[in-house]
């Protein structure tokens, strides 16, 4: 799963087949709201980047809040199979 960051949110922008991230029914354009039950906004891009990097480790679960493009809160269990991307921080 691959997020931009702008404007403070972190939105899906390309999801790898096969995933978990399709099997929960992640879309692109959903926003992450928080990771483990903490707020995103309460992170630093430090602790983000982090949690990302420890998800390169096979069978790593984690637990994302997304707030959906039809504006619908959902949590969602994620479990890592093979690398991710890093987040990578976009400004304009």
Do not use: C, W
């Not at 959906?68 to 969602?76: S, V």
Request: aromatic share 6%.
């Amino acid at each position: 799963m691959f997020l931009l960051i702008q404007d403070g949110k972190y939105t899906v922008s390309r999801i790898a087949s096969p995933s978990s991230a399709i099997e929960a029914d992640v879309k692109i354009g959903d926003e992450i709201i928080a990771i483990s039950g903490t707020p995103i906004s309460q992170m630093t891009i430090e602790e983000i980047s982090n949690i990302a990097k420890a998800m390169n480790t096979l069978g790593t679960e984690i637990e994302l809040t997304f707030l959906t493009t039809q504006k619908k809160q959902r949590t969602a269990k994620l479990i890592s199979r093979k690398l991710i991307s890093y987040v990578t921080h976009r400004r304009f």
